[in-house]
């Protein structure tokens, strides 16, 4: 069964400074995506980053890089110089490519950035 | 390019009651997703459309949830009868080709059953 953990329900960070939002994940396919999505308090779902079991490098996409490690099945996101917009709900999820797109998520984590 | 939409983005009824939610992909998505998130609980799939046809619709709880996306565009999903227990937040994505694609989220859809 796919299941996503992310142990920090809460997380404060100030702002400028770099953090890391934790994410396991347990999976007995080879073959998956894991995704973070960024959810502030209007509600809506921002994708920000992708990595794929087979990539080689971790994935960065501006201010958010993923580090991967897969033998750990560890995802987690690092957010390098926070911002105060940063503050939001980050959500890691995980697909099974062979499971026809089916997202599972794990129960988020609420990130305040303090000034 | 316009995101995935959902309408309404608020809705309160009172148990018994029928609704129905709308999402629209982004344009030239063949995939579709439904998801919800319950107060407090992570975030489930529901179903998900390839065009038309219900690819997986595994994450429906019941018979009371009817998904549909008549002519591979526009989903709807109808809750009847509502229960208090199907309060939460609706959320649709879409992704372009294929299910390895990234998923695209809409802005959800809060549900309140009274």
């Known amino acids: 069964a796919q299941k996503i953990t992310q142990t920090q329900p809460g997380m404060f960070v100030q702002e400028k400074e770099a953090v890391t939002l934790d994410c396991t994940y347990d999976t007995s396919d080879p073959s998956y995506g894991l995704f973070w999505y960024k959810q502030p308090s209007s509600g809506e779902m921002i994708f920000l980053i992708y990595?794929?079991?087979?990539?080689?490098q971790n994935a960065t996409e501006g201010r958010y890089s993923l580090n991967f490690q897969k033998a750990r099945k560890s995802a987690n996101l690092v957010i390098s110089a926070s911002q105060l917009g940063d503050s939001a709900m980050y959500f890691c999820?995980?697909?099974?490519?062979?499971?026809?797109?089916?997202?599972?998520f794990g129960d988020g984590t609420t990130l305040t950035v303090k000034p | 390019e316009a995101g995935v939409t959902q309408f309404p983005s608020h809705s309160v009824i009172e148990k018994g009651q029928t609704v129905t939610l709308r999402c629209d992909p982004i344009?030239?998505?063949?995939?579709l997703y439904w998801y919800r998130r319950v107060m407090g609980k992570e975030i489930k799939f529901l179903l998900h459309f390839v065009k038309e046809s219900k690819q997986d619709e595994s994450g429906m709880p019941n018979n009371r949830f009817l998904a549909e996306r008549t002519g591979g565009t526009y989903s709807t999903l109808k809750v009847q009868p509502a229960e208090l227990e199907d309060s939460g937040v609706y959320f649709c994505a879409s992704s372009p080709r294929t299910a390895t694609d990234t998923q695209y989220f809409g802005p959800g859809t809060r549900l309140t059953v009274l």
């Open positions: 990595q794929g079991s087979y990539d080689q």
């Open positions: 999820a995980m697909r099974h490519n062979t499971n026809a797109g089916k997202s599972t």
């Open positions: 344009s030239g998505h063949d995939n």
